[in-house]
DNA sequence: GCCGTTTTCGGCCCGACTGTTTTCAGTCG
């Protein structure tokens, strides 16, 4: 058991509880017990989709509350009472000493389940990656029982995969944490402002770090304050105006306190990227003036002496003005043409972050999603929508218990009674679907039930190893279809766990912009399409649609990453569909 | 272990694919 939260006296996240009871589930199976993996599984998914801390519910309401859950009984209750009062759990510990396997890691590992990794445990003593990197490097995978060749290459291809992505985080999942420790540091007074940096203030997929800049009189009060922060487990700086430290989570966070007329600076100086900093130092070069975290320096002969005098620096609009430049968003700052078009006055108006109208991609209780249909709308209300399509999956994928024709009519009809209840509020529930793409590229609801819908969109979620050419043609059948409106999460990754599918993106792109089909911008775990793919949507004209696939009513948070993403990819409120009155938006979908 | 217009027991989202086999176990979505 993790003891850290106990250990830093620190109550126990939900995240920590979600791990704990997905590991227990992962060891049932690993037993071969039926049906209790599936239950502990279902529950880990409930605690993640939860809108509150397992804390606070049961501070609220003791087991009963906790008993709400969907997929609590009796039993994980008070495996979760257990956990919440104690910090740790025996019955987990139990399972963990029977076999001592990093297993939330080992999972991680594409195509390797509970079964082998048992066998991996038992026969060539696998607990973490180190150990299955080795022996699958030495060729003792292959010879397993139930193992080959082709088992052994996926597994290091796994390996190289996770290696990849560690050590970063997913901004979707770091951004709560950030944001809980910028509340915490704007709540001490001394704090006159304060904003985080780096790739996180550029809004990049994924984050290494939080870079925080600070004005304060009172430098070493925010470095006390800061290095006391609850989570933290470790203090690798404590200065005067500087400290690092990092974070039970593994993120690492960084402070600077800056004085005021430099902040503008530091804060241009810390959001880097570099490279966009090195070509506005060159610029301040040849304006024979000097750039660094500290201003914008103009070098003057005072009466026969040189001296350097701060010509801007105090915030960051100054500085790009008195390069000669137009303000440059960070998102944008990453060296791929934006100082060119700063020059030449052609940044494009980006969308904003309060833009969206609605949101065309969502599933309910009807599938897999853990909401109803009302309780869905009425949270898109709450975020400031104005219309959300249901696009629950449909038949092929059994797991989430997909939809065939006669449940897709039943849902119908419970959006148009539940779309009465709320003609006076100004909003509005879409007909849609997630089809599954069939191997052939023929989907998985005939036409004629595709064209009752408002919103059809269609996505891959099978056959991910479908060489580039026949996935490729496989996709393209499908958006040429004249239903279809949307080509969902069109490469298929999931960061940090999956890379893309092969497939030929340019060739996607032509086909959406001949067959007039929306490309979506993915803004959950996946971030599809990514922001060089985006841009080059926009370029040719094919526009998007930013959906958060929320399965739960506290998910359409995720819209903002999505909105990020497409900031990234240099989209304008004209490129993203959803960002259009209701109507406007169904006009432009194929008819 | 959970759940109940099939309610206190007896069901539990399941079909497709892969790589290993030579009829299937494990993984994935």
């Not at 922060?229 to 470790?234: A, I």
Request: hydrophobic residues 40%.
């Amino acid at each position: 058991m993790d003891l850290y939260a106990y250990r830093y006296n620190r109550k126990v996240t939900n995240e920590e509880i979600e791990k704990i009871l997905r590991d227990i589930g992962e060891y049932l199976a690993m037993q071969e017990v039926p049906f209790k993996p599936r239950a502990y599984e279902k529950v880990a998914d409930s605690v993640s989709e939860l809108g509150e801390e397992l804390t606070e519910t049961y501070e609220r309401g003791g087991s009963k509350a906790l008993r709400e859950i969907p997929g609590v009984g009796a039993s994980i209750a008070e495996h979760i009472e257990e956990l919440l009062k104690t910090g740790r759990l025996k019955y987990y510990e139990q399972l963990k000493k029977a076999t001592p396997v990093d297993l939330s890691t080992l999972t991680n590992v594409e195509s390797l389940g509970p079964k082998k990794i048992k066998i991996l445990y038992e026969k060539l003593h696998v607990r973490n990656l180190v150990d299955l990197e080795r022996v699958a490097n030495a060729g003792k995978i292959a010879k397993l029982p139930g193992f080959g060749g082709k088992s052994e290459e996926k597994i290091l291809k796994g390996i190289e995969f996770l290696k990849r992505s560690s050590g970063r985080f997913l901004i979707v999942h770091a951004m709560s944490e950030i944001r809980a420790i910028e509340r915490y540091l704007r709540s001490v007074k001394e704090v006159e402002q304060l904003e985080v940096a780096g790739s996180v203030r550029r809004r990049k997929e994924t984050v290494g770090d939080a870079d925080i800049l600070v004005i304060s009189n009172h430098p070493k009060v925010i470095m006390d304050h800061f290095t006391a922060m609850p989570g933290v487990v470790n203090v690798a700086a404590h200065g005067e105006t500087r400290s690092a430290v990092k974070m039970k989570s593994g993120l690492n966070v960084d402070i600077r306190v800056v004085p005021r007329e430099s902040y503008g600076a530091a804060l241009n100086y810390f959001t880097g990227s570099k490279e966009h900093n090195v070509e506005m130092r060159k610029i301040a070069i040849r304006k024979g003036l000097k750039l660094n975290e500290y201003g914008l320096f103009a070098l003057k002969e005072i009466r026969g002496r040189k001296d350097e005098v701060k010509v801007a620096g105090e915030n960051e609009e100054g500085i790009y003005e008195t390069l000669g430049l137009h303000y440059i968003e960070p998102e944008l700052r990453e060296m791929t043409g934006e100082i060119e078009a700063s020059v030449a006055g052609k940044l494009p108006h980006l969308i904003g972050y309060g833009d969206l109208l609605g949101d065309l991609q969502t599933q309910t209780t009807w599938t897999d999603g853990s909401s109803s249909i009302t309780e869905m709308a009425r949270a898109a209300m709450d975020a400031g929508l104005e219309y959300i399509a249901i696009t629950d999956h449909t038949k092929r994928l059994a797991m989430t218990g997909g939809l065939d024709v006669p449940r897709l009519i039943l849902q119908g009809k419970e959006i148009d009674a539940i779309n009465l209840k709320f003609k006076t509020k100004n909003f509005r529930i879409l007909k849609g679907t997630e089809c599954d793409i069939l191997k052939d590229g023929s989907l998985d609801l005939p036409d004629e039930a595709l064209k009752t819908l408002d919103v059809v969109g269609v996505s891959v979620h099978s056959l991910f190893n479908l060489p580039e050419p026949e996935q490729t043609a496989r996709i393209v059948k499908a958006i040429s279809n004249p239903h279809v409106d949307i080509l969902f999460h069109p490469t298929g990754r999931r960061i940090g766990k999956r890379g893309p599918y092969p497939v030929d993106i340019d060739a996607v792109i032509r086909a959406a912009k001949e067959t007039g089909t929306v490309l979506e911008v993915n803004a959950s775990d996946r971030l599809d399409l990514k922001d060089e793919h985006i841009r080059k949507c926009v370029h040719v004209g094919v526009k998007l649609a930013i959906n958060s696939d929320a399965h739960a009513i506290h998910e359409f948070t995720d819209l903002e990453f999505g909105i990020a993403q497409a900031r990234r990819g240099w989209a304008e409120k004209k490129d993203i569909i959803n960002a259009w009155p209701v109507e406007k938006m169904l006009g432009f979908l194929k008819r």
